[in-house]
């Protein structure tokens, strides 16, 4: 390379004569010039010239020679010249090239030629035939090793006639094995061991072996080979050896055996727990076939069913952060939810796999290690008894479900001891039983006869045709009690698990349907139904959604529209049209669903529907205002994470509030403190809530759920509750709405109002209000002042419109630091993407039809090639035939000559 | 058995009717049988309700025939033969106090209160009527309307609370909204009626004394606004084809009678109108005059500026009745060129915590969004307005909302310098550099009743933000347009007014969700959390 720069720089550089460039060129490389001469110093060293030079000198000769043809060199000319850009193709030696392309069509389009218009034939394919890179032994090396290879891949150990084992096995000496000649003499080492016995003194041999200047090889004995006999020695104190060895291990070995079958009865009890009994019977009876014996053990222990293996049981560790995964990727999901994202741009089944999850983590398999935790086969039967403590036995009805499933027998089992179980209920509980007797009479009275009164009926069939709808529920439970009808609940949650058929999902989303209804219906009894019962067909509504959500879904929406047209309906003609059945359903849907989210297909439309009636209602009975204020409650729920302003439920509250001291025949009385505007109507019927001073309250109690369901006459009592109960109200929003900005205008009147009543209550020392309500609105008061006081500090104007500066469009060309001229620059990528493909195309669409023109060059050329050939044999074939024919023309007319002067020579 | 009395009943009541007939036959044959319309009034005035009926359309027949046979005119020539004792006379006399008698059963019969007797009361007497006009324009030989009988009628029928709804209705629109002079003379005699010294008993000595007299009761301002509720027409220009009840005399000596041209008319209803105004009005009744006031009554006034104490009345009472007020008070103003002192201030007293709960909300902000739309008026007043809006707006119903934000909008984009109240960069201190730390970055009085004086400008409207807030979700959408660059154009008021409760709620439900609703995290496992507000104060 250097050279050709030389080159190019001469050519540069200047016109020089040919010569003249030559010679510098030899110089240059040496080849003339002192350099080139032989130093006497080589000579001497018999290095010569001739042998180790000739071969460089005729490649730089060569080099030479080439560089210096003008027309070899082909130099690209470049359109623009463009600093630091090296391009290979600068300078291209043409000839080379040429040569090149020609070679390697001779290769292949030439081989092809030849090949044209011939079939079959052998293709030779020993190994290494056709590679002419390949000695001759090289070859034959190849083609013993894949031999071997091959041999050694087939299956060659089992062939027994192979005696190649047999080396590697045992030894042998002379075709001899070597136990044979066990009994040579002792090994070598061993020797000085007598020695030592019988005189003390240490054999001369041995010292020179081992002692000082010992292990080491003698001087003299360098080179020296062991002899035959020292050797034979040697081999045989080693296997003396190894023999010891083994006898020791195989002694321990027995030792310990012998141990094992001493404590195998005790072992064996371990090993055999159930069958103790018989063992011990065969003891007796059989002493003598004791092999026998231990031989049916031996069976036993292989034929044993043995552990499968499993899956890596999950540490604690992981189990919980597993568990912590999903929890927050809910949690992820409910707050994009709540920022009206769609939750499932992470990943579409996020939510479904999420619900999987979470049935597959519920619903699992119990395992060896939950024995503590959840997994209480006895205990199920316990909490079916209408004893749920606590919640945990979550799921216990699944758990009796996989179990059922797994083995029927122990499921009969289990079942057997539900139903003693049952039994044992009914004898405990037949004094809540009247009681809820009684409450069933007043559901069949009230409602679709959820229940009726057939004491009886206390054994409970194990499966159930599913229900379709309501009515069939109600034909299938009717005989039974409310405990029962759990049972039952649970039993058909087990019987139709999603797991064991497909269809089992819309029959477990019926039935979600069907206890939603039912739930409703409870609700509205009269004494109420205890709580237990009702959080507990809850607890299925809660997990019996996700079965199918969709279908129940749309059974809440048509459940929420209705209530809506109730509430227009009551508005429309001044009555209350809402029932403390939809009190309990708002609740439930609330808890159901995802409340907080900012749009939800069932939530959304009811908070409109309650919205409308906590503000547009006339709120004329204490039934309407438990409903009232429960519903305001439950508003408070949905917005407890997300925190939104639901304007109507802060009027209702401070209405009702303002109800209580406030003179309802007196609008300005009225409006100094309550912001909301209540019509005439609606102010008067409140009026029923005024606290009149002459009156004692006796007790402050909860508003009672059956407050919902039957209205009663206001009295102190109830004018109290409802005043706790706004308080209570009041002191939730004001907690929850603290972030909001406005909350000073929000709450601000509140204040005042709370003023109000706190000036207005009765002190006196008989008809005082109660302290229970008087420390609960001096706490909100103070918190109150605390919470607008912080929130006044904390305040600072709006800054609504501060948005990012948009940059004017600049026209200034763009500068790159770093300029690559191989990079496009363009900042559209697509389209400098298609630019790069067009000119690829463009480049190698020149290239084969450059490569094609060559092509049909180089075949144009053979064919010549060969019609030359041809001629030139045709034409030799016709000279010999011609040069015979003369020569035999010319002997002819030797002969005739000859003949005729030979006649004439006659003659 | 029943059957059969049943059926001599009806024997007997078509033997009356038939009975009636033939005297009507013999009454109308000659003047013989005049002594038979005796026998007719009998059965007209006996207990029998059909025949009664028909006896009482039988003797109407009869006397018009006699009013156009003049029999009935009470002529010169009678007044001068009084005391002459001819026969005609005699029974000319006799005739009229049959006639008289004949007016006072129809009278008695217009007071009952069956529905179908009242208005067959009420033909025959415009009949009647009728009749004696056109005699009356014969004797008098230009158009007299016998305004003495109508004034009767008409009070009758607004005084009694027996006046069928049917009753005003036929009233209204088969004879005042159909002839022009019965209108006339309608409102002519309410302005009567109405004002505060009639005398009902000046005409009539021979009536007894009657329950109210000058205390207009409610029923009488009841029936008056009912009919004056379904006048509809009004000449707008004088033309020859006036429809008159009591035809025009042909050979008319007086060449333009007061009926025929339209400036009386306007009076007549300007008067009427005003008249009903100065009564003592029931608020329903206000409500619904406001209501038509611009489009009903303004219009046909001879004066508007007469209504203008009523309206200023009306938009100082406070409440609903000053959004009403505002509608016509804004037509007088551009119409009218009403000049009204402090409207503004008047306006903002306006925004009170009913604003956003109230019916007419939309009309009123329609009319707002006019009154605000000057780009003319300063920032503190525009900036007040709106501080006052979005202070209401954040106790408001969804449907006031979705008013009040595309409201504040256009306020804030058409008046630039209230950008502040959504957008305000800290102070500096000239001297030291340093941001200005506000305490109480809140100077807006609430109360102030005096725009200039409550410092909205000097305020931010942190109601909007917390409307970004707001558990409706569309709501918080459209409250967070105030966190873009205002690029958007005006918003069409109009979009957004016509919302309610049940308008969202079906919006939200009629179309059906796209997936399945999103489940709790946790799915529940009691009825109340507890620990949750319901918790709190009930228990199951």
């Keep these: ?907 | 058995m029943s059957l059969k009395r049943k059926h001599s009943n009806v024997e007997e009541e078509s033997s009356l009717n038939e009975v009636v007939h033939k005297l009507e036959a013999s009454v109308l044959s000659s003047h013989e049988n005049l002594n038979n319309i005796v026998e007719i009034y009998k059965i007209a005035s006996g207990d029998d309700a059909e025949a009664a009926f028909t006896a009482a359309n039988s003797l109407g027949r009869i006397y018009s025939a006699l009013w156009t046979k003049g029999l009935l005119k009470r002529a010169k020539s009678q007044q001068q033969n009084k005391d002459s004792t001819t026969a005609a006379a005699k029974v000319s006399e006799w005739i009229r106090e049959n006639y008289k008698q004949y007016v006072d059963l129809l009278k008695s019969m217009l007071g009952n209160s069956n529905g179908p007797i009242q208005i067959a009361a009420l033909r025959l007497l415009l009949q009647m009527i009728d009749k004696e006009g056109q005699s009356m324009c014969k004797s008098a030989g230009n158009y007299v309307f016998p305004n003495d009988s109508f004034l009767e009628a008409i009070e009758i029928i607004l005084n009694s609370s027996d006046s069928s709804e049917h009753l005003l209705r036929t009233l209204a629109e088969s004879y005042l909204n159909a002839y022009d002079d019965l209108r006339l003379y309608f409102y002519r005699d309410l302005v009567k009626l109405a004002s505060p010294d009639y005398d009902p008993f000046k005409n009539r000595s021979k009536r007894g004394p009657r329950a109210s007299s000058v205390q207009h009761s409610e029923v009488f301002v009841q029936n008056a606004f009912a009919v004056m509720n379904q006048i509809r027409t009004m000449p707008k220009t004088s033309n020859e084809n006036m429809s008159l009840w009591v035809a025009l005399p042909k050979n008319s000596s007086d060449a333009e009678p007061s009926v025929l041209s339209p400036a009386a008319h306007t009076r007549a209803f300007s008067e009427a109108w005003l008249a009903l105004m100065r009564l003592q009005l029931n608020p329903e009744i206000y409500k619904q005059i406001l209501l038509m006031m611009h489009k009903r009554i303004i219009p046909h006034m001879s004066d508007s500026k007469l209504l203008m104490d009523f309206l200023s009345n009306s938009y100082e009472t406070g409440g609903s009745v000053s959004l009403l007020a505002l509608n016509g008070l804004f037509t007088l103003i551009t119409e009218h060129n009403l000049n009204y002192p402090q409207f503004y201030e008047k306006l903002y007293a306006l925004f009170d915590r009913n604003l956003f709960h109230v019916k007419y909300r939309a009309r009123f902000f329609r009319l707002l969004e006019v009154f605000l739309g000057s780009s003319h008026l300063p920032a503190y007043l525009i900036a007040a307005f709106i501080k006052r809006m979005a202070r209401l707006a954040l106790f408001a119903p969804p449907a006031g909302i979705v008013t009040a934000i595309p409201m504040i909008y256009n306020l804030l984009k058409s008046h630039p310098s209230c950008m502040v109240l959504i957008h305000r960069m800290p102070e500096y201190d000239s001297e030291t550099g340093e941001e200005k730390v506000d305490k109480d970055c809140d100077p807006f009085i609430a109360d102030e009743p005096d725009l200039s004086k409550c410092q909205a400008l000097q305020s931010s409207l942190w109601e909007l933000e917390t409307l970004q807030h707001h558990y409706y979700p569309n709501i918080a959408t459209l409250a967070k347009i105030f966190n873009e660059p205002f690029h958007k154009p005006q918003f069409m008021l109009e979009d957004f007014l016509d919302h309610t409760y049940t308008t969202f709620f079906e919006s939200d439900t009629s179309r059906k969700p796209k997936k399945a609703p999103a489940l709790a995290t946790q799915p529940p496992t009691t009825l109340i959390r507890p620990g949750d507000a319901l918790s709190d104060f009930m228990s199951l």
């Design chain 1, 1 to 907: 390379m250097a050279k050709l720069n030389a080159v190019k720089r001469n050519a540069n550089t200047g016109k020089q004569s040919a010569l003249k460039r030559l010679r510098t060129a030899l110089s240059s490389s040496g080849i003339t010039g002192a350099k080139s001469q032989v130093s006497k110093r080589d000579r001497k060293r018999g290095i010569h010239k001739t042998t180790q030079k000739s071969d460089e000198r005729r490649k730089k000769l060569q080099a030479i020679q080439s560089a210096l043809n003008p027309f070899e060199f082909q130099t690209n000319r470049k359109k623009m010249d463009i600093l630091g850009l090296k391009r290979k193709d600068d300078v291209v030696n043409v000839a080379i090239a040429r040569q090149r392309a020609v070679e390697k069509r001779k290769n292949t389009l030439g081989k092809e030629r030849q090949q044209r218009n011939r079939f079959g034939g052998v293709v030779d394919q020993r190994i290494g035939e056709n590679d002419p890179t390949m000695d001759p032994e090289e070859r034959m090396l190849k083609r013993f090793t894949m031999e071997r290879q091959k041999r050694q891949s087939r299956g060659d150990m089992f062939n027994l006639e192979d005696d190649v084992e047999g080396e590697i096995t045992s030894l042998t000496h002379f075709g001899r094995s070597i136990d044979e000649i066990d009994e040579f003499d002792e090994p070598a080492g061993s020797d000085y061991g007598e020695d030592d016995q019988a005189s003390g003194a240490i054999g001369s041999s041995a010292v020179s072996a081992t002692h000082f200047g010992g292990f080491e090889p003698a001087a003299g004995e360098e080179g020296r080979k062991k002899t035959k006999n020292e050797v034979m020695q040697e081999i045989i104190a080693k296997s003396k050896q190894h023999k010891y060895e083994r006898q020791m291990l195989k002694e321990q070995d027995d030792g310990v055996r012998r141990e094992l079958d001493d404590d195998f009865e005790s072992v064996r009890a371990l090993l055999f727990a159930d069958k103790d009994q018989d063992d011990d019977d065969m003891d007796v009876d059989n002493q003598p076939s004791k092999e026998k014996l231990y031989d049916s053990y031996v069976r036993d222990l292989v034929f044993e069913k043995r552990g499968r293996p499993q899956d890596r049981l999950k540490t604690e560790e992981e189990q919980a952060r597993e568990e912590l995964e999903r929890l927050e990727r809910a949690e992820r999901h409910r707050l994009r939810r709540m920022e009206g994202l769609p939750s499932d741009s992470e990943s579409d089944s996020g939510s479904d796999t999420e619900m999987a999850g979470y049935d597959s983590k519920k619903k699992r398999r119990p395992e060896a290690d939950d024995l503590g935790d959840d997994f209480e086969p006895n205990a199920e039967s316990e909490d079916e008894i209408n004893v749920p403590t606590e919640g945990v036995d979550f799921g216990a009805g699944l758990e009796a479900g996989e179990s059922s499933d797994e083995e029927d027998g122990d499921s009969e089992d289990e079942e057997e001891e539900e139903e003693e179980d049952d039994d044992g209920s009914d004898l405990r509980e037949s004094d809540s039983e009247a009681e809820s007797n009684e409450q069933q009479s007043h559901a069949a009275a009230r409602s679709a006869k959820p229940v009726s009164n057939h004491e009886s009926s206390s054994e409970l069939p194990f499966t159930f045709a599913a229900p379709t709808d309501y009515d069939a529920w109600v034909e299938l439970v009717a005989p039974y009690t409310l405990e029962q009808q759990l049972v039952i609940i649970k039993r058909m949650r087990t019987q139709y698990h999603i797991r064991l058929a497909p269809q089992n999902k819309g029959k477990l989303a019926a039935l979600a349907v069907i206890l939603t209804n039912h739930l409703a219906v409870l609700a509205e009894q009269n004494p109420p139904v205890s709580k237990q019962t009702i959080d507990e067909i809850v607890r299925h509504i809660g997990e019996l959604a996700p079965a199918d959500p969709e279908q129940f879904g749309e059974y809440c929406r048509e459940l929420v529209i209705g209530m809506q047209r109730r509430i227009q309906k009551g508005i429309r003609q001044q009555t209350n049209q809402l029932r403390a059945s939809d009190v309990a359903l708002a609740r439930l849907f609330v808890s159901v669903f995802s409340s907080s989210d900012r749009y939800h297909a069932i939530i959304t439309p009811m908070m409109v529907a309650i919205a409308q009636f906590l503000s547009q209602h006339t709120f004329a009975c204490v039934r309407d205002i438990s409903i009232g204020l429960a519903l305001a409650a439950i508003v408070h729920e949905t917005q407890r994470l997300s925190r939104r302003l639901v304007p109507e439920a802060l009027n209702f509250v401070t209405s009702i509030l303002a109800a209580t001291v406030c003179d309802h025949n007196d609008s300005h009385d009225w409006s100094d403190g309550c912001v909301f505007p209540l019509s005439r109507r609606q102010r008067e019927a409140l009026g029923i809530l005024h606290i009149n001073t002459a009156e004692k309250c006796t007790d402050v109690s909860d508003i009672s759920w059956a407050l919902l369901v039957e209205d009663v006459p206001a009295t102190a009592d109830i004018r109290y509750a409802v005043l706790r109960a706004c308080l209570a109200l009041c002191r939730r929003y004001v907690d929850c709405y603290f972030s909001l900005s406005a909350f000073i205008e929000c709450f601000q009147p509140l204040e005042l109002l709370l003023d109000k009543v706190c000036l207005r209550l009765p002190r006196f020392k008989l008809q005082r209000a109660p302290d229970a309500v008087l420390k609960l609105l001096e706490d909100l008061q103070s918190h109150l002042a605390d919470q607008l006081t912080s929130a006044r500090e904390s305040r600072i104007p709006l800054k609504m419109q501060y948005h990012k500066p948009l940059a004017i469009a600049s026209v200034a060309p763009k500068f790159e630091s770093s300029y690559n001229p191989e990079t496009h620059y363009d900042p559209d990528r697509d389209r400098s993407e298609i630019l790069k493909l067009r000119r690829q195309v463009a480049r190698e669409r020149r290239g084969a039809v450059r490569e094609l023109r060559r092509d049909a060059q180089f075949l144009a050329g053979e064919r010549l090639k060969e019609q030359k050939e041809k001629d030139k044999s045709y034409a030799d074939k016709m000279k010999k035939a011609w040069s015979v024919l003369e020569s035999d023309q010319s002997e002819m007319k030797k002969l005739d000559k000859q003949r005729i002067k030979d006649r004439k020579a006659k003659i």
